[in-house]
């Protein structure tokens, strides 16, 4: 199982490597922890961080942050 933690601070990506078959050994506790965080990832996969580079600034009317309908219509 592979987690992948993305720190918007620092804007680095940690990847974790977890054997769940060696931490099924634990405590009871600890097992609920590991069902959590295999759930994670795909919240993280849902959230996509504003585009960097000039060019997709440029897709989206110049600004990382322009909406496609203005708000209130729609």
Do not use: C, H, W
Not at 22 to 39: A, G, H, N, T, W
Not at 48 to 64: C, I, M, T, V
């Amino acid at each position: 199982m592979l987690i992948i933690i993305y720190n918007s601070v620092k804007n680095e990506t940690l990847f974790v490597k977890i054997n769940l078959k060696l931490q099924l050994f634990v405590q009871k506790k600890k097992i609920s922890r590991i069902l959590y965080l295999s759930s994670f990832p795909r919240y993280l996969r849902a959230v996509r961080p504003p585009p960097q580079n000039s060019a997709e600034a440029k897709k989206l009317d110049g600004s990382p942050a322009a909406r496609k309908r203005p708000i209130g219509e729609g």
